[in-house]
């Protein structure tokens, strides 16, 4: 009969931890891993087929001023992210990752630093297609439910040296 003590394991610093919480941070570590080689793929079924349908969409940085409203990366993975990264790929084809690192806890949260980047070919957002290239550190927060689905998606960037690199400067 199995104890207690029996499902704790003990890290380097003395700490105790429970087998369920070890696989629970292997298991945010794996998705997370799985999520960016869908990107890599460019296959955006797979990145949503990921995901709860629930699940919140928030890219901080992204922004389309239109004359009327503003449109903000803010909703659901499914429906505003889904057509984001749609967009991405579209107008950067050759659109890649680059994952550094991939840090994980027991309680489902993953972190995520990468490189994305891309050479435009049609336009994205008001940045008309010049032929330009970026390449821009990211960084991702995902949080990975008890099933191993994701259930948040929230991302970090310098927009504005997206635009630089892609020869998109605005003036108000």
């Known amino acids: 009969m199995s104890t207690a003590q029996d499902d704790m394991t003990m890290a380097q610093d003395g700490t105790a931890t429970t087998v369920a919480a070890a ?12 999520l960016f080689a869908a990107y890599r793929r460019r296959d955006v079924e797979a990145m949503t087929d990921m995901c709860t ?16 409203r503003v449109l903000r990366g803010d909703g659901k993975v499914k429906t505003v992210g889904k057509t984001i990264w749609a967009g991405l790929i579209h107008s ?8 550094h690192s991939i840090d994980a806890n027991d309680h489902g ?3 995520v630093s990468c490189d994305i980047g891309g050479c435009q ?3 994205w957002g008001f940045a008309e297609p010049r032929g ?3 390449s821009e550190p ?7 439910d008890e099933e191993g689905l994701i259930d948040t998606v929230r991302a970090y960037w310098d927009a504005a040296g997206i635009n630089r690199q892609l020869g998109h400067l605005e003036v108000d």
Do not use: C, M
């Open 138 to 144: 990211h960084l991702f927060i995902l949080h990975i």
């Open 53 to 68: 349908d629930a699940a919140e969409f928030s890219y901080v940085p992204y922004e389309v001023w239109g004359k009327q």
């Open 23 to 34: 696989t629970r941070k292997a298991v945010a570590a794996e998705t997370a891993a799985r």
């Open 92 to 99: 950067f084809p050759d659109l890649f990752n680059t994952v």
């Open 121 to 123: 070919q049609t336009a």
């Open 109 to 111: 949260d993953a972190v």
């Open 132 to 134: 330009g290239s970026f």
